[in-house]
């Protein structure tokens, strides 16, 4: 099995000379330092809403955008598959795509039942720069998943547990049957990072995609907070 592009001898400089890190201690340390700095930011960059309750429109813009982004990630990961050369993130990244496009189903079927829908719905320009230009814009797999499957899909299994627990049983009876598929993406991407991120040179590309999918994200749950007020919900 091959190597991801930019991993093997030669790849990048700097981060070369220092020594990698044993590959499952340093996915257990980028998953600590996210959770840490989550706990820093505001209750509006940690969950969707902030702590509310959600229901009513607010309800109906979380779905509306969620709804989108299922479909999205669906999207960008099955542009991807034509360049996947590791066997074992192929498998596991076309199960996600069919698990992606099952959650764009169920929200969205949801959302319709509650009166609302996408016809008309508009993202906010944080949401295409994280969800349309961020995440598709990996370079390999291994740049891919760690933006997507570490901080993409760990902050949604994070979003979701804080909403368990603020939304409507119908609604809650939807996330249930969303949170294990979100939680074997995390393990995928776990899966990816523990085997190919072996050199300090991708640990630190890595690294530089977590860090960044994490700010954009916060950027992105600010602009739902914002989208609510102009909404007056
Ligand atoms: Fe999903
Ligand atoms: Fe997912």
């Not at 969707?48 to 709804?67: K, T």
């Not at 034509?82 to 795509?97: H, I, M, N, S």
């Not at 496009?101 to 959302?111: D, I, K, N, Q, S």
Request: with cysteine; charged share 25%; net charge negative.
């Amino acid at each position: 099995m091959s190597a991801p592009a930019g991993t093997g001898p030669g790849a990048g400089t700097g981060p070369m000379e220092q020594p990698a890190l044993d590959p499952e201690a340093f996915y257990d340390q980028l998953v600590a330092e996210l959770h840490a700095r989550r706990a820093t930011v505001s209750a509006a960059e940690q969950a969707f809403g902030a702590d509310r309750p959600m229901m009513g429109a607010e309800l109906l813009e979380w779905l509306c955008f969620q709804a989108w982004y299922e479909r999205e990630a669906a999207a960008f990961i099955g542009a991807w598959l034509r360049d996947v050369p590791e066997q074992d993130a192929f498998y596991g990244l076309t199960k996600q795509v069919a698990d992606e496009g099952t959650h764009f189903h169920l929200f969205a079927r949801h959302l319709e039942a509650l009166g609302g829908s996408l016809d008309t719905w508009v993202p906010e320009p944080e949401w295409v720069e994280w969800v349309q230009v961020f995440y598709p814009a990996g370079r390999d797999t291994l740049e891919r998943v760690a933006a997507h499957n570490i901080a993409g899909e760990l902050g949604a299994v994070n979003a979701f547990e804080g909403l368990l627990t603020r939304l409507p049983a119908d609604t809650v009876a939807v996330l249930e049957k969303v949170i294990p598929d979100e939680r074997f993406h995390v393990a995928l991407g776990r899966m990816v990072v523990t085997r190919y991120a072996t050199t300090a040179e991708a640990q630190a590309r890595v690294r530089a995609r977590v860090e960044e999918a994490f700010r954009v994200a916060q950027l992105g749950r600010l602009a739902f907070e914002r989208r609510l007020q102009a909404l007056g919900a």
